[in-house]
């Protein structure tokens, strides 16, 4: 039987997404953030961490 409670990952953006790559821009959005201090809860999956590891000197991390 599956676990039923999902591990998620709450991430925080920490700096400006101005001037950067536009890869990167649009990796903010697709993690749900385009304002600095803005926060997103998600499920904590293979996707999401690439997502973050692509944007992590712009974001916080926090796991839960």
């Known amino acids: ?3 039923a ?3 998620s990952v709450t ?5 400006s997404a101005a001037g950067r790559q536009g890869y ?7 993690l749900g ?4 201090r803005r926060s997103s809860t998600l499920e904590d999956t293979p ?3 690439g997502m973050i590891n692509a ?3 712009l974001v916080k991390v ?3």
């Open 47 to 49: 996707a999401v961490r």
């Open 11 to 15: 991430i925080t953006q920490i700096h």
């Open 1 to 3: 039987m599956a676990d």
């Open 62 to 64: 926090d796991e839960g």
């Open 5 to 7: 409670k999902k591990k």
């Open 33 to 36: 953030l385009n304002k600095i």
């Open 55 to 57: 944007v992590k000197h």
């Open 24 to 30: 990167q821009r649009q990796t903010l959005i697709g």
